[in-house]
């Protein structure tokens, strides 16, 4: 049955497939980690499924505009629900290697930022085609996002438990594909998630116009600028965070994946909680110290406190107040990018935002599980704490976060590119997440 609204299909589409991926995120470490034995190995499978959502966010940005992003939603979901199935079955089948492993992983991470990224791109416009204020459609999205990945982590910690990693991923691959069947039912006829009209062919010379313009947007605005070199740096840190040290800290000292789910769906789920109060209450506020003061909670903390005890409850508690932290990023990122680039040029500057900001996730999880490895696992808790600390300072010491409360246009639907440089956010559909 086709969603009453293209705003629903998409959020119910966003929902299911970010459900998928919250599977994946307490999965596939915990797959590794159990078939391999080793920190390292596990940090290898986070940099091979990493590297390519960058190099597929570099070109991305102007295929998605000429296939169409009802079309790349679709197949984005497909490809990577194959690649995970694929895993269960051929170590099922006793031909499971670990190049094979990487190399599908590295599938998953190709397709996964294009799709991501033409969804969200569509908001503005399914938000007016609902009615729906964008800050508030833009509060939505996040929220139903952070609500998916707090009950996939939940219910992925328990099924890791209860009937393996394997059998996880199957389920996992089974919700990409409803996520495809929600966008092919719920975008059929919506013009923007068509492919381009007029447009000229893609050709070598069009391809890289279209990239120039998107990258030349990005580095013109000292704001966007600012935001991508922060979230490029945290993105790293999380990346390591999530892909190895947590999962290496709750399997030797905190009694296994049972904990690491229940840590993972707080988080989640107090970040549900920010989302929404920001959505109701953030208009009241000045967005630059929400921000920073949000940011400040998300990281460094629980580093810390993971270092200095081996017990859930004080983790709980730093990841609780991390995740309320969390919730308020998004919806600012995301509105302000809304609002300053034009309806035209958001896949091209999106694709160029998101491949900025995962220049460094393949790193994260190589130099953590090597860190971890060589230097033990508190060492490299506080080092990489430290790190993320010094790098959410940043917008209470640099002046040009102070764009980010400038003038808002009414709804964030500028049709033309400010005259001067104007605040606009982290990429589309990958603000920090952790």
């Known amino acids: 049955m086709r969603p009453r609204t293209p705003l629903a ?13 919250a599977l994946t995120f307490i999965a596939v470490p915990w797959f590794a980690l159990e078939t391999t034995g080793s920190p390292g190995k596990a940090g290898l499978v986070a940099f091979c499924a990493a590297v390519p959502v960058v190099l597929s966010a570099i070109a991305g940005g102007p295929v998605i505009d ?17 690649a995970l199935a694929a895993i269960p079955l051929l170590n099922g089948a006793g031909l499971l290697r670990f190049w094979m492993l990487c190399a599908l992983m590295a599938v998953t991470g190709l397709f996964h930022a294009p799709g991501e990224t033409a969804r969200h791109v569509l908001v503005p416009d399914l938000a007016r085609h609902a009615g729906t204020p964008l800050s508030r459609a833009a509060s939505l999205y996040d929220a139903v996002s952070r609500g ?5 982590a939940a219910v992925a910690g328990l099924l890791v438990a209860l009937i393996g990693a394997d059998t996880v991923l199957y389920i996992d691959a089974a919700t990409f594909a409803v996520s495809a069947l929600l966008v092919l039912a719920g975008l059929r006829g919506i013009p923007s998630a068509e492919p381009l009209r007029d447009a000229p062919p893609l050709s070598p010379a069009t391809y890289r116009a279209d990239l120039r313009e998107g990258y030349g947007f990005l580095l013109r605005t000292r704001l966007l600028l600012g935001v991508s070199v922060m979230v490029m740096i945290t993105n790293g840190l999380g990346q390591s965070w999530n892909g190895v040290l947590l999962p290496v800290h709750a399997r030797e000292n905190l009694g296994g994946s049972a904990a690491l789910g229940l840590l993972v769906a707080v988080f989640g789920g107090c970040a ?34 993971a270092a200095f005890t081996d017990s859930t409850l004080p983790l709980l508690v730093t990841m609780a107040l991390g995740g309320l932290g969390a919730g308020v990023l998004n919806p ?71 764009a980010m409360d400038a003038a808002r246009p009414e709804e964030g639907l500028s049709s033309s590119e400010p005259s001067t440089p104007a605040p606009a956010p982290g990429p589309a559909g990958t603000p920090p997440r952790r």
């Open 9 to 21: 299909a998409v959020l119910a589409a966003n929902t299911i497939s970010i459900s998928g991926n």
């Open 332 to 402: 600012i990122l995301t509105t302000v990018f809304y609002e300053i680039v034009p309806e035209e040029l958001r896949s091209r500057v999106g694709g160029a935002s998101t491949a900025s900001v995962l220049l460094t996730t393949p790193l994260g999880g190589l130099a953590a599980g090597y860190l971890v490895e060589r230097a033990g696992l508190t060492t490299a808790l506080l080092s990489f704490g430290a790190v993320y600390f010094l790098a959410t300072l940043s917008p209470f010491v640099f002046p040009a976060w102070r």
């Open 272 to 305: 549900l909680l920010g989302a929404l109060l920001y959505g109701a209450f953030g208009h009241r506020f000045p967005r630059r110290p929400v921000f920073a003061v949000g940011f400040l909670l998300v990281g460094a903390p629980s580093h810390v406190t």
């Open 66 to 82: 000429r296939i169409g992003r009802r079309r790349v939603s679709i197949a984005s979901d497909l490809v990577c629900g194959l």
């Open 148 to 152: 998916a990945r707090m009950t996939g």
